[in-house]
């Protein structure tokens, strides 16, 4: 192999301190680009704009520290003599700037030596990537016999923080990728790394990304209870006992598990011991205990309850008289609590599984959870054999005592004091809202029987139009029917109105909604039923129903309209007050008055001079069922002062 001629004495005077030192060990040059090769062991990913800037720099600047090479036997897929230890990207942005030769220091290298200088120039840079970084130390661990230990007195960091670099590796390609992208932040992804199926860190990583909730992703704090809620479980709650090895014999005994995070502290640094991060293999061990108990149940006899059955067992359980209960009904559902309990906690905090009954039946829910039932007389015999609950004869002779001496009764608590004050608070309110209930009653009572007896007075009227008006919109379709603003002062208008007005009020209130027909409910029998009690009230009065439709749904001639045009308005049923001074101007006596109105009303003049005379013409009869306009109210008499 023949090397290239030494550098300039101006190519050394830029090359760095450490070059400085390690010149003695190895030969400087430019070497040749066509004749060096990258390293398999090197970083795969680098910033392409960084690059592009790194290579504008070296087209003007030239490459200011040489890279670091050593010579390699070439192959016939690698024929290059000599391979990169350190320098990758310069060697990568020179190829980039069009450069044929590079500045480079060549020594005789090891693998287990080169491994190393690789590590630590990639964690010398301003910005390694934790994977990175987590591959180079898994490198020198598989291809070069390095303990953790040793690692960690390499790269002069401790052995947690080795750990927890290597955990890194055990990231699925999916994820890996988008922790290469930072999607992720190292923290998330240790996280995620600690779920031991490739599916499942896929599946976390996804979740943690895309929250259903938010269109961000979740914190580390969020990701922290996502992954320990729905990927590390608790095996203190696990159904299975924990050193069953032959239960799921591929997985062995949770004990032994490297999966429980007690058995790798350093990795789950933080973690309950008794976690598993295995939740695939958690569900399968408790489904075999489940079908094993199932099993054992049959031989003896005992019933499984499924699908409808389970169903009302599961809500039975909870009566107070049922027949079977399981482990989680409360304490408080049980006879005779002793005193030491405080009416405190389930069945489960005061019965483990040696002092707990014999089971009576199983229930199988659709998820395949499997719960245990007992029969009630047991569970209670097992409460007070444990002094959960006292026996009849002992609760007997406690009270007795008591009764003598009530100093002998256990003091109260705090909870129970709160609950006794809540419950005579409550019992003194239920008490005045009685009397309330029966007052308002008796008075209301009197109302009513002076109102089946004789008229009510006006002011009872306008009291009883407010409260009307409370419960009832007027509907705007009605409010210019009023000559004041019934919209916003409602109020004056039925303060100042006679009993005639307020009866027409009252009608308005209560009808007036059902007046409104949508274009979508056009044909509804619902709506036409809505309506009829309008239009029953206007058969009653004589109304002609019919020729009031006709009148608006026939349409009338364009010559017969015009016609009658100049006309339209005299002794219409529209038109009340005329002009007489220009009979062109007609005012409906609806909305507000025309400023004629009003300078003939400012003149002293009456109102009635003005009305439109509406009277048949002689000799013409009233229509048949046509009834007087009543002179007096019917229901509330106006001989009281308002």
Not at 240 to 252: E, V
Not at 342 to 354: F, I, P, Q, R, T
Not at 449 to 462: D, E, K, M, Y
Request: glycine share 4%.
């Amino acid at each position: 192999m023949t090397l290239p001629p030494p550098l300039s004495a101006h190519d050394l005077a830029i090359v760095d301190a450490q070059v400085q030192h390690t010149f003695d060990d190895g030969h400087y040059g430019h070497f040749e680009i066509a004749k060096l090769r990258a390293s398999p062991d090197n970083r795969k990913r680098f910033n392409e704009q960084a690059l592009q800037e790194l290579a504008e720099s070296i087209k003007t600047m030239g490459v200011a520290q040489a890279i670091l090479i050593r010579p390699v036997t070439p192959t016939e897929d690698a024929p290059q003599e000599f391979e990169i230890v350190a320098g990758e990207r310069r060697f990568r942005a020179s190829k980039i700037a069009g450069k044929t030769h590079i500045p480079a220091l060549c020594r005789k290298l090891s693998d287990l030596d080169a491994a190393k200088i690789r590590i630590l120039e990639n964690l010398q840079r301003e910005d390694p990537h934790p994977m990175e970084e987590a591959e180079g130390y898994q490198l020198l661990m598989l291809q070069h016999g390095f303990t953790a230990d040793q690692v960690a007195y390499e790269v002069n960091r401790s052995r947690s923080y080795i750990y927890g670099r290597l955990k890194l590796c055990a990231l699925g390609l999916e994820v890996r990728e988008l922790f290469l992208d930072n999607k992720l932040s190292a923290s998330t992804a240790l996280l995620v790394a600690r779920i031991p199926s490739w599916q499942l860190q896929a599946k976390a990583a996804q979740e943690i990304l895309n929250p259903p909730y938010s269109s961000e992703p979740m914190s580390y704090r969020q990701a922290v209870t996502h992954v320990q809620q729905r990927y590390m479980l608790d095996l203190d709650t696990a159904v299975f006992s924990l050193t069953d090895a032959k239960l799921l014999a591929a997985a062995g005994a949770c004990t032994k598990c490297p999966k429980r995070a007690g058995n790798q502290p350093e990795v789950f640094e933080g973690v309950n011991p008794d976690v598993c991060t295995d939740p695939d293999c958690f569900a399968e061990k408790k489904a075999a205990h489940y079908n094993a108990t199932i099993t054992a149940a049959n031989k003896k006899g005992i019933p499984v309850h499924e699908a409808s059955e389970a169903h009302a067992m599961a809500s039975k359980a909870w009566d107070r008289n049922s027949e079977l209960v399981h482990a989680d009904v409360h304490l408080s559902y049980f006879e005779r609590n002793a005193p030491s309990t405080k009416n405190a906690g389930y069945v489960c905090d005061h019965l483990n599984s040696e002092t707990l009954p014999p089971v009576a039946a199983y229930v199988k829910k659709g998820d395949g959870h499997l719960a245990a039932y007992y029969r009630r007389t047991d569970v209670q015999r097992a409460l007070e054999a444990v002094g959960a609950c006292e026996t009849v004869e002992g609760h007997a002779e406690r009270m007795f005592a008591i009764e003598a001496d009530p100093s002998l009764a256990p003091p109260k608590t705090k909870d129970q004091i709160a609950k006794e004050e809540r419950e005579a608070k409550h019992q003194a309110a239920h008490a005045v809202a009685d009397k309330e209930r029966a007052y308002r009653l008796a008075l209301y009572k009197q109302l009513r029987q002076r109102a089946s007896t004789g008229a009510l007075g006006l002011s009872s009227l306008r009291e009883f139009i407010k409260a009307a008006s409370d419960e009832y919109d007027l509907n705007a379709c009605l409010h210019d029917l009023y000559e004041c603003d019934v919209k916003t002062d409602l109020d004056t208008f039925i303060d100042t109105a006679d009993a005639h007005a307020l009866q027409v009020l009252l009608i308005d209130l209560i009808l007036g909604h059902r007046l409104e027909l949508h274009w979508y409910n056009v044909g509804d029998a619902d709506q036409d039923a809505e309506f009829a009690p309008v239009v029953a009230m206007a058969r009653h009065e004589g109304i002609d129903v019919e020729a009031v439709r006709a009148d608006i749904f026939t349409p009338v001639p364009e010559a017969t309209a015009a016609a009658e045009q100049p006309d339209a308005g005299i002794g219409s049923a529209t038109v009340r007050y005329r002009n007489p001074n220009d009979p062109a101007q007609a005012w409906t006596g609806r909305g507000r008055q025309p400023k004629w109105v009003s300078e003939w009303v400012q003149n002293g003049k009456s109102l009635d001079a003005l009305k439109v005379s509406t009277a048949p013409p002689n000799g013409q009869a009233k229509p048949a069922g046509t009834r007087p306009v009543p002179t007096s109210n019917s229901m509330f008499s106006t001989s009281q002062a308002a």
